[in-house]
Structure formats: structure tokens, C-alpha cells
């Protein structure tokens, strides 16, 4: 199984909007609505952002938002916070049952 | 409030085995979905393995299939990664990660803190 494809890293000043990526295929984006976003700030745990594509975990800002479109799913972020600052990550289901990763983005807040 | 806690991590030959186990607490434990998340020093995060609450549907990555098997104990609230034919590549910290659902797929809505594994050529 391939990892979905992110952008190595993103940035922006604090404000702005970013929008990061996600890329799979037919057999996993492209196939089911369960897609989910990660942050994950050094040393610690993964944080679950985003579920069912654009849905919000109670406690998750709203500046946080995701897409789909096709087989590429984002994560957009709204108003940057220097707190964002985080490796995020996508994941799909698979038609497979299994689930895949991309391979995560960097983001810096300037 | 939902705590996982990983044990069993530690350094093991290549070709040698070792069974990870993860206590939860906090919420209605057989009615979710468990996994095993790993992800190797400085690298992303790579998907593991996974359990239905009642235990009786798996699915393994690719990379794992074959050699590691997970479980759960619904009495005893913990699951288990059982790891065989080790691999140097198998090095990681293994995350485990409750689903959303009782059925994989839909999001881990928490994690533990992860426990090491390292495997030693």
C-alpha cells in the first residue's frame, strides 16, 4: 500500500490561511469519505484534528477545515497560530480495510 | 476521560519476537475499534494493524501481515500486538490508538503515549 501523497512542508505568517494536500487514489480517497487529519507536535502523540473529511472534533478550532475533491483531500487552516506549528497528517480508508498514511507535512508559522 | 497505555516495548534481536500491550480506561472498551500505529525514528506515521470491538475482524498492513497478530481482551480492557520474525525495519515506536467506531476506518480519536521497539541487527 502507498502512502497518500502530502507536500514535504508548508508555511505562513501568522493570519494566514494554508492548505495542505492530500493525494491518494481511486481505491482510497477517491473511494470513501473516511478521511481524518493528525497533528503532531516533536515528542508527542498524534492529535486527531479532522474525521469524515471536514467533520471537527469537540475542542478543535474552526479555523481548522477539510475538503475533498476527488482523490485529493485538504486541510485548510485559517488565521495561523504560532501554536500550529506541527507535522500534520492525512489517512483514508482503503477499499483493501486497511487504512494508509500520507507521509506527512511540515508546517512552520513564520 | 480516555487513557492508553502501552507496554512491552523495549530492544530485541532480529528474527526474535515480543508482544506489546496496551491497558485502556475512560470509555466503553468493546465498543470500539483498536489499533497499533507505528512510526519509525524522524519518519511518518504508518498504520499497523487493527481490531473490531468484538475482536473477531483484523486487518494487517502490508509490511506486517503474517508476522504480527493483535488481539484484545474485552474483560480485561487491553489489547495486544504480538510481533514475530522481527525485522530492523520493525524499529518504531509503537502507538496504540482507539477508533471512533466500532469498526475501523473512521478516525483514532485518541492515542497513548507510545512505547519503543527496537530491533537490533
Known amino acids: 500500500q502507498s502512502a497518500l501523497t502530502q507536500p514535504p512542508s508548508v508555511s505562513g505568517s501568522p493570519g494566514q490561511s494554508v492548505t495542505i494536500s492530500c493525494t491518494g487514489t481511486?481505491?482510497?480517497?477517491?473511494?470513501?469519505?473516511?478521511v481524518s487529519w493528525y497533528q503532531q507536535s516533536p515528542g508527542t502523540a498524534p492529535k486527531f484534528m479532522i474525521y469524515?473529511?471536514?467533520d471537527r472534533p469537540s475542542g478543535v478550532p474552526d479555523r481548522f477545515s477539510g475538503s475533498k475533491s476527488g482523490n485529493t483531500a485538504s486541510l485548510t487552516i485559517s488565521g495561523l497560530q504560532a501554536e500550529d506549528e506541527a507535522d500534520y497528517y492525512c489517512?483514508?480508508?482503503?477499499?483493501?480495510?486497511?487504512?494508509?498514511f500520507g507521509g506527512g507535512t511540515r508546517l512552520t508559522v513564520l | 476521560e480516555v487513557q492508553l497505555l502501552e507496554s512491552g516495548g523495549g530492544l530485541v534481536q532480529r528474527g526474535g519476537s515480543l508482544r506489546l500491550s496496551c491497558a485502556a480506561s475512560?470509555?466503553?472498551?468493546?465498543?470500539?475499534?483498536m489499533s497499533w500505529v507505528r512510526q519509525a525514528p524522524g519518519k511518518g506515521l504508518e498504520w499497523v494493524s487493527d481490531?473490531?470491538?468484538?475482536?473477531?475482524?483484523?486487518y494487517y498492513g502490508d509490511s506486517v501481515r503474517g508476522r504480527f497478530a493483535i488481539s484484545r481482551d474485552n474483560f480485561k480492557n487491553t489489547v495486544y500486538l504480538q510481533m514475530r520474525s522481527l525485522r530492523a525495519e520493525d524499529t518504531a515506536t509503537y502507538y496504540c490508538?482507539?477508533?471512533?467506531?466500532?469498526?475501523?476506518?473512521?478516525?483514532?480519536?485518541?492515542w497513548g503515549q507510545g512505547t519503543l521497539v527496537t530491533v537490533s541487527s
Open positions: 490508538a482507539k477508533d471512533r467506531s466500532g469498526y475501523s476506518g473512521y478516525g483514532f480519536d485518541s
Open positions: 475512560g470509555f466503553a472498551f468493546s465498543d470500539y475499534a
Open positions: 481490531v473490531s470491538g468484538g475482536g473477531g475482524i483484523t
Open positions: 481511486s481505491s482510497d480517497v477517491g473511494s470513501y469519505d473516511r
Open positions: 469524515d473529511v471536514g
Open positions: 489517512s483514508s480508508y482503503t477499499t483493501r480495510n486497511t487504512l494508509v
